[in-house]
């Protein structure tokens, strides 16, 4: 069983930053490849960035690529998600997500737990 909390999430400007957390509950948090999602209002989700379990390979959505940047600590059982160069079209819910393999890793059902998401909002 893992649990995860994210923080980190609030309102900035256009062009700014914000820098996402996820702790992760449990002692097989470096078992665990993790993902980051979000949710803006009338969307589905999607996927934005992932790390696999050592921290080595990173992916990318498009439309974040450059821009974030995904990491982990696996001694503090954290992921965190840098976000540079914000813009108003990355207002969503942040979600982060913890999966068994990096297979098919932007594929939400991949994922075997989720955290209850931090709000991100980017003012024009």
């Known amino acids: 069983q ?20 996820c702790a992760a509950s449990g002692r097989t948090f470096r078992n665990y490849a993790m993902g980051w999602f979000r949710q803006a209002p ?8 992932h790390i696999d379990w050592s921290g080595a390979n990173t992916y990318y959505s498009d439309s974040v690529k450059g821009r974030f940047t995904i990491s982990r600590d696996n001694a503090k059982n ?9 813009k108003p079209e990355d207002t969503a819910v942040y979600y982060c997500a913890a999966a068994r393999s990096s297979t098919y890793y932007y594929i939400e059902r991949q994922y075997e737990y989720w955290g209850q998401g931090t709000q991100v909002a980017v003012s024009s």
């Open 42 to 49: 009338g969307k589905e989700r999607e996927f934005v960035a």
């Open 2 to 21: 893992v649990q995860l909390v994210e923080s980190g999430g609030g309102l900035v400007q256009a062009g700014g930053s914000l820098r996402l957390s």
């Open 78 to 86: 954290t992921v965190y998600l840098q976000m540079n160069s914000l």
